[in-house]
């Protein structure tokens, strides 16, 4: 029996989740491959031994794009659909990893990774929603988070795809690299465009009713999981008469029916800055952020530099030690996949943000007190295990949660758009750090690990106040703990707790006391 489950086919949208989530694979090669990349002899003696600020440049001239793309990804969403969204935005990355591969010259090699970082923004802003609209609330946690699983096997993917071609003797050596990327993306867009039905929620605001019927079917959505979906529409359920073959309406000849019709009308863009949505957008976009500000993309990029910086000598060492990296990353995003939705996203992303905290001050301090030094001594040691307790610490907590949260926490006729401009946050913050980083590292050891450190210490202050939890609730019921009251008084957290200090205080005040008496 228990074999015969085990072979079942997995029902519709788990086996879409999947497929959408193949776009997060690509995104882990390209980061695993271009900070490898950038310091191999070949690909530097082409690039014409760059600064640690052209350094940073070519690294991070994906990203501006990608943010700007991210912005209209929404609208694109919108009007094409999701997964024709997606494919268009997979094919324009694909287009950009080939002309990467196939650069003459490092400005066409900057120009590809602009186009790579348009077609980037486009499509990773529209997975998330996508997989959001067609899971079970029950699975949604664990299903929305498969996108980042996909993208720490990417990671692995990338570093070993670099560690396997840094010994070839020509340009071929980081060439490779790009021309298989842009071989995975042509067959992911291929592939969304064949299998990846539409999603039956953008159906049922576009009023096709019908068809949102067929698009359930085929997703294998149960009956009482779908209407739990359809409540996340703030959709009413009414009571219509269905016309016979003949078009008769009479009560004779018809029989009642309920359907789901939406109330909201197409979403504007600038209904994001509504008054019931403009708190979510705000605390999405701040999340979004600072969840590039921790400096998880200034350890991925440029992971060879921060080993070698910490005493490992030979690119093949800097290389090794990188690639272990994205595969413990790889190990504990699995368990952190499965766990999501019986871990509250306010808790794990306030612990998340105190871990890494710690573990960035930690090495901010070992370089600020010269306790590292090369070849020699525990404190390069100490360094290089905090930059594994670091990303570990990131992947179970913040690179779960918080993406999904801001998604789930957007009103339906807002959420493509809102969720959007808050990947366009991170986009942006991801340019800060992927810039700053080698010029950091460059011009002094430890600043920007306390940098990277007092940003996470500010989020998980932030969070503490003004962050409401949602797991286990729809998206219905999201929206209802941001309007009501109550779930006002969750976000609004520092009022509540400035009035409950200002009673404690007089409730305490000690009584003057006659010294006569």
């Keep these: 029996m228990q074999l015969s489950n085990l072979l079942?086919?997995?029902?519709?949208?788990?086996?879409?989740?999947?497929?959408?989530?193949?776009?997060?694979?690509?995104?882990?090669?390209?980061?695993?491959?271009?900070?490898?990349?950038?310091?191999?002899?070949?690909?530097?003696?082409?690039?014409?031994?760059?600064?640690?600020?052209?350094?940073?440049?070519?690294?991070?001239s994906i990203l501006i794009p990608a943010a700007i793309s991210s912005f209209f990804a929404g609208r694109v969403a919108d009007a094409l659909g999701r997964p024709l969204g997606i494919a268009i935005g997979s094919f324009v990355f694909g287009a950009g990893a080939a002309l990467e591969g196939a650069a003459v010259h490092i400005a066409m090699f900057i120009v590809g990774r602009i186009v790579e970082g348009i077609g980037e923004g486009l499509y990773l802003s529209m997975m998330v929603v996508y997989i959001c609209e067609i899971s079970p609330p029950r699975y949604r946690g664990a299903l929305t988070t498969a996108p980042q699983l996909l993208t720490t096997l990417g990671l692995v993917t990338g570093f070993f795809t670099c560690y396997g071609t840094a010994n070839i003797q020509s340009s071929f050596s980081w060439r490779l690299p790009f021309i298989l990327l842009a071989a995975y993306s042509g067959f992911f867009s291929a592939s969304v465009v064949m299998w990846l039905p539409a999603s039956p929620r953008w159906l049922t605001l576009h009023g096709k009713t019908q068809e949102a019927s067929a698009a359930w079917d085929k997703l294998g959505v149960a009956a009482a999981d779908r209407e739990k979906i359809l409540d996340q529409y703030d959709a009413t359920v009414v009571e219509t008469a269905i016309p016979d073959a003949s078009g008769n309406t009479s009560a004779s000849h018809v029989a009642p029916t309920t359907i789901a019709v939406p109330k909201l009308t197409k979403g504007k863009m600038l209904d994001v800055l509504s008054s019931d949505a403009r708190p979510r957008l705000i605390l999405a976009v701040f999340l979004m952020g600072m969840q590039q500000l921790s400096g998880i993309d200034g350890v991925l990029y440029y992971a060879p530099l921060l080993f070698q910086q910490a005493g490992l000598s030979s690119n093949e060492s800097t290389f090794l030690a990188s690639g272990v990296s994205a595969i413990l990353i790889f190990s504990v995003t699995i368990p952190a996949t499965i766990y999501a939705d019986r871990w509250g996203r306010r808790l794990n992303t306030i612990l998340g943000g105190l871990g890494m905290t710690v573990t960035m001050f930690l090495?901010?301090?070992?370089?600020?007190?010269?306790?590292?030094?090369?070849?020699?001594?525990?404190?390069?040691?100490?360094?290089?295990?905090?930059?594994?307790a670091f990303a570990v610490i990131y992947c179970v907590s913040w690179a779960v949660g918080i993406k999904v949260y801001a998604a789930e926490i957007q009103p339906q006729r807002t959420r493509a758009s809102a969720t959007s401009i808050a990947h366009g946050s991170n986009w942006l913050s991801n340019f800060l750090v992927a810039l700053v980083t080698p010029t950091l590292l460059a011009k002094t050891s430890y600043g920007a690990y306390f940098l990277f450190g007092g940003c996470t210490l500010l989020t998980a202050a932030v969070c503490w106040f003004f962050m409401p939890e949602t797991r286990g609730l729809s998206l219905g019921e999201i929206d209802e703990a941001f309007v009501k009251k109550s779930g006002l008084a969750k976000v609004s957290g520092v009022r509540e707790w400035a009035k409950s200090l200002q009673r404690r205080a007089k409730w305490r005040r000690p009584v003057a006391v006659d010294a006569d008496a």
């Excluded at 989740?17 to 995104?27: D, E, K, Q």
């Excluded at 090669?29 to 690039?47: N, S």
């Excluded at 370089?367 to 590292?372: D, E, K, M, R, T």
Aim: hydrophobic fraction near 40%; aromatic fraction near 10%; charge should be positive.
């Design 363 to 388: 090495m901010g301090s070992l370089y600020a007190s010269s306790s590292v030094h090369q070849g020699a001594g525990a404190g390069r040691w100490v360094v290089i295990v905090c930059i594994y």
């Design 8 to 60: 079942r086919k997995p029902p519709g949208y788990m086996l879409a989740s999947v497929l959408c989530s193949l776009g997060g694979f690509l995104f882990g090669i390209d980061t695993g491959i271009i900070g490898p990349v950038t310091v191999m002899e070949d690909f530097t003696k082409y690039a014409g031994n760059p600064s640690p600020t052209i350094h940073g440049l070519i690294v991070s």
